[in-house]
């Protein structure tokens, strides 16, 4: 019989993160074991401030519905990305659910490119906003957003490249000095979706943006979440990537990249980031990574992509985003699939 235990350390001093333990059990085994106890994994999740380490679920590369199996533990809907307008060659050929990260062809997409300098003055790992580029928690840019996400390593690149870094909001909040905490309790965001015309680097080139369809449109989102489950509040917001750049950053304050918004924004993202934070995950073949969108932020880093190949899998999950968003249709549906 599979017994399911968490370790009693966590990943950072915040309190972000820990590993559960699958010992000998084969992938399918832990997912059975984990459908047993269905609240399980999703509460050693909520008291590790949102993440969760499993590893040594190597086979289960063999078999992608095991991945979604697990997913559909943490919520009502796994993501059907045929549905959702996504590319089909990043769609896994057999589970659509589960969407592919790899600079392998057919997706062959490309890693995110070195910090400037690659390394901190002591030569550490770069986890810091500005230094670290690239926070983001997934499709901020939908409304309602998604809950959870599953990170599943079928092929790592070597070690000390393709880190994975994630970041605790909820300490993030916790810890915010008394005057950004006053001035982040009642903020909006407005996020923006990837390529829409509305990025940093297309307010600072002056280009006028063109008009986007309606199901593409930035949403505003709370800077503030409480989280539906814990009762804990969080920091929910992003840098440059996923932020909009004309409207925005912040509702309500000066726009654009040199802005009053883009100002606070950056002070919440620098302090959001700060190591003690932060969790860089090594990967190994077989590692499972679950982290819940509504109170992390997660950056990708860069790898050699062209001497290593890399294969990830992800599932999104979505159910319960909040009383804020009850009711809501899916912002990202064009009206004529609805």
């Known amino acids: ?48 401030h949102g993440l969760l380490l499993v590893r040594g679920l ?23 990305y045929r549905t959702t307008l996504t590319a089909l060659n990043m769609v896994h050929p057999e589970v659509p659910e ?38 983001h928690t997934d499709q901020s840019y939908r409304r309602p957003p998604p809950d959870v996400s599953l990170f599943y390593c079928v092929k790592p690149a070597p070690k000390d490249q393709a880190q994975t870094l994630y970041a605790d909001g909820t300490a993030a909040y916790e810890t915010l000095p008394p005057d950004l905490k006053a001035k982040a309790e009642n903020l909006v ?32 989102q709370p800077v503030v979440r409480t989280h539906p489950v814990t009762g804990q509040k969080s920091l929910f917001l992003c840098e ?13 304050m000066e726009q654009g990249p040199d802005g009053e918004g883009a100002k ?11 190591p003690e934070l932060v969790y860089a995950h090594e990967w190994e073949a077989g590692d499972l990574i679950i982290y819940d969108n509504r109170c992390t932020i997660h950056s990708a880093t860069w790898f050699d992509a062209d001497k290593h190949e890399r294969v990830m899998w992800r599932t999104t999950i979505r159910g319960n985003p909040g009383a804020e968003y009850a009711d809501e249709a899916p912002s990202w549906i064009p009206r004529a699939a609805e």
């Open 1 to 48: 019989m599979t017994v399911l235990s968490v370790a009693a350390s966590t990943l950072t001093p915040s309190g972000l993160g820990r590993v559960v333990n699958a010992g000998e059990a084969s992938a399918a085994d832990f997912t059975a074991a984990a459908e047993a106890r269905p609240d399980w994994l999703p509460g050693a999740m909520h008291a590790a």
């Open 264 to 274: 606070l924004l950056y002070a919440l993202m620098s302090h959001y980031t700060q």
């Open 189 to 220: 965001g407005i996020h923006a979706q990837p390529r829409t015309g509305r990025s940093e680097s297309d307010a600072r080139s002056g280009a006028t943006p063109e008009p986007v369809e309606p199901h593409k449109r930035p949403q505003r």
């Open 98 to 135: 589960v969407f592919i990260v790899s600079n392998v062809p057919p997706v062959k997409r490309a890693p995110p490119a070195l910090p400037d300098p690659p390394r901190t003055a002591d030569g550490g790992l770069p986890v810091q906003f500005p230094h670290r580029r690239g926070w």
């Open 240 to 252: 440059a990537g996923q932020m909009d750049w004309i409207g925005g950053p912040l509702e309500g």
């Open 58 to 80: 190597t086979d289960m590369a063999n078999d992608a519905g095991l991945l979604v199996r697990l997913s559909r533990l943490f919520g009502t809907e796994v993501e059907d």
